[in-house]
């Protein structure tokens, strides 16, 4: 079957560096997406990785390891605001999204 | 408006109740979804629509019933839902449906099924 696995919660303190780990198996891959979610709110886009490789934007950069099936978000000088839900989605053959439960950050002072 | 929005935002029903959910995307898009958001699970797609059409429905309980009157609206009916169909349900919208098509989301509506 297909799966995304995340951990459940992290912690992290404010100015340091976190990486949420993303492991996946899909019915074939046509990539992989990051996704941010604060509390009561709608998910937002935050990576696309289809390449091997790390993909930086800003403070965030994305990690893809297509024959490990593995991808990372990494999240340098944490900020409060980064407090939130990350989402890690594989895209399979079909072009459909599998979605993982999400990985919920505490960022404390 | 720009972006992705539901209404209502939050929505508190009995069983016996009937109610629909809106979504509307002013982005011009042409595919838009319908998701179920559970405390501590991963999304769950619900409906798919592609040009108006549906083009996946994922065994889901005649109870949800979709309609897309055009490429821009979107609703959910729903009517005789059970306590568990309490959640977020969760709009999103896409230029299409290919691999590089990143979704955009709406803020939700926080559904409580008593």
């Known amino acids: 079957g297909q799966n995304i696995d995340q951990p459940t919660e992290m912690t992290a303190t404010e100015g340091a560096i976190v990486q949420i780990n993303c492991t996946y198996q899909?019915?074939?891959?046509?990539?992989l997406f990051w996704y941010q979610q604060h509390a009561g709110e709608a998910p937002t886009f935050l990576s696309y990785?289809?390449l091997d490789g790390l993909e930086e934007k800003g403070r965030f950069s994305s990690f893809l390891s297509r024959s490990k099936g593995y991808s990372y978000l990494l999240l340098k000088e944490l900020q409060m605001k980064d407090s939130a839900s990350y989402l890690c989605?594989?895209?399979?053959?079909?072009?459909?999204?599998?979605w993982g439960a999400g990985t919920k950050l505490i960022i404390k002072p | 408006e720009t972006g992705v929005t539901q209404t209502p935002r939050h929505l508190v029903m009995g069983m016996t109740n009937k109610k629909s959910l809106k979504c509307e995307q002013h982005?011009?898009?042409?595919?838009m979804y319908w998701y179920k958001q559970s405390a501590k699970k991963p999304l769950e797609l619900m409906f798919v629509?592609?040009?108006?059409?549906?083009?996946e429905n994922n065994s889901v309980p005649s109870r949800f019933s979709p309609e897309c009157p055009n490429s821009s609206h979107l609703f959910l009916h729903l009517h005789t839902l059970q306590p568990e169909d309490s959640a977020l349900y969760l709009c999103?919208?896409?230029?299409?449906?290919?691999?590089?098509?990143?979704?955009?989301f709406g803020p939700g509506t926080r559904l409580t099924v008593l």
């Open positions: 629509y592609s040009l108006e059409e549906r083009v």
């Open positions: 990785n289809v």
């Open positions: 982005l011009g898009h042409n595919a």
């Open positions: 989605a594989g895209l399979d053959s079909n072009y459909q999204l599998i």
């Open positions: 999103a919208s896409s230029h299409g449906q290919g691999a590089t098509d990143t979704q955009y």
């Open positions: 899909t019915s074939g891959f046509n990539g």
